[in-house]
T-cell receptor, first 111, second 113 residues
Framework: DQQVKQNSPSLSVQEGRISILNCDYT??????FLWYKKYPAEGPTFLIS?????DKNEDGRFTVFLNKSAKHLSLHIVPSQPGDSAVYFC??????????FGKGTSLLVTP | DTEVTQTPKHLVMGMTNKKSLKCEQH?????MYWYKQKAKKPPELMFV???????INESVPSRFSPECPNSSLLNLHLHALQPEDSALYLC????????????FGQGTRLTVV
């Protein structure tokens, strides 16, 4: 049973505009959320995270928002760049330490 | 050095073969992980080692045998695999098992024929 869901398999955005990647989860015990970026033939690279006690975390062009009541988080990339084109995985952790991953959203940033 | 290095990058093996996947990190991390990722699926946790001891085994078949010889190395021994075991095998590490921020290697693309 998928506890972390990324309902958009793909997203296409023009360079310079905002990319918004969404993630929903079902387990209210998750206490930490992460976004990973993955290029073809490479392992996932940690991008940004947020603790369940916060609702926003910002790092340069990347901002993650957490809405605990809706069990929803989103990753905003502003401005989007062609090098951001990759698969983005949302992941969540509960006290059992294992990371639960979503299926990923493939982002394409076009010039 | 913020890298997790996995070897080999690609591996083709027969169902009767014995092979090993290797993973190395020199970040002083004390937790190391094996994940399996099939095409168009999220990574799935297989094993967790914490301070060189097996901490989590996610009901993985015994044809997969992990080994942690020291704090920097993690191996995955493979024997009598099935074609459906073909996947990308990812190694990851974190400071401690309780840290959610894990660093991943590039993975080994395994094909079982």
């Amino acid at each position: 049973d998928q506890q972390v869901k990324q309902n958009s398999p793909s997203l296409s955005v023009q360079e310079g505009r905002i990319s918004i990647l969404n993630c929903d989860y079902t387990n209210s015990m998750f206490d930490y959320f992460l976004w990973y970026k993955k290029y073809p033939a490479e392992g996932p690279t940690f991008l940004i995270s947020i603790s369940s006690i916060k609702d926003k975390n910002e790092d340069g062009r990347f901002t993650v928002f957490l809405n605990k009541s809706a069990k929803h988080l989103s990753l905003h990339i502003v401005p989007s760049q062609p090098g951001d084109s990759a698969v983005y995985f949302c992941a969540a952790r509960n006290s059992g330490y294992a990371l639960n991953f979503g299926k990923g959203t493939s982002l394409l940033v076009t010039p | 050095d913020t890298e997790v290095t996995q070897t080999p990058k690609h591996l083709v093996m027969g169902m009767t073969n014995k092979k090993s996947l290797k993973c190395e990190q020199h970040m002083g991390h004390r937790a190391m992980y094996w994940y399996k990722q099939k095409a168009k699926k999220p990574p799935e946790l297989m094993f967790v080692y914490s301070y060189e001891k097996l901490s989590i085994n996610e009901s993985v078949p015994s044809r997969f045998s992990p080994e942690c010889p020291n704090s920097s190395l993690l191996n995955l021994h493979l024997h009598a695999l099935q074609p459906e075991d073909s996947a990308l095998y990812l190694c990851a590490s974190s400071q401690r098992e309780s840290d959610a921020e894990a660093f991943f290697g590039q993975g080994t693309r395994l094909t079982v024929v």
